[in-house]
């Protein structure tokens, strides 16, 4: 059975972190482009950071730079995505992917595997 589960979310205070996790079943994610994404209320979702599965490059959106640090443990198969120095602007539901092609950062070039999502929250 294939499953991709989230983890890690909450509620935090401005300048902290918190660290979301991405367990696969059923699939090989190491074969995998895998990225992670956020939505907020009223907004539409939007690349944060992803590995390329060609040259295992990461790429990150310009608001998270510095900030944000995605990563993946092949033996676990699991992704993760580290978040530092957060931000009220960060507070969005947080998704987690992977695609066997996934070109490029954008939620429409994902199809294969998608994870519940799970809300950040970042407030004083």
């Known amino acids: 059975q294939v499953q991709f589960v989230e983890s890690g979310g909450g509620l935090v205070q401005p300048g902290g972190s918190l660290r979301l996790s991405c367990e696969a079943s059923?699939?090989?994610?190491?074969?995998?482009?895998i990225g992670w994404f956020r939505q907020a209320p009223g907004k539409e979702r939007e690349g944060v950071s992803c590995?390329?599965?060609?040259?295992?490059?990461?790429d990150y959106a310009d608001s998270v730079k510095g900030r944000f640090t995605i990563s993946r443990d092949n033996v676990k198969n699991t992704m993760y995505l580290q978040m530092n120095s957060l931000k009220h602007e960060d507070t969005a539901v947080y998704y987690c992917?992977?695609?066997?092609?996934?070109?490029?950062?954008?939620?429409?070039?994902?199809?294969?595997?998608w994870g519940q999502g799970i809300q950040v929250t970042v407030s004083s």
């Open positions: 992917a992977a695609d066997q092609y996934g070109s490029s950062c954008l939620p429409s070039l994902f199809h294969d595997h």
């Open positions: 059923g699939f090989g994610l190491d074969y995998y482009a």
């Open positions: 590995i390329s599965s060609k040259d295992g490059r990461a």
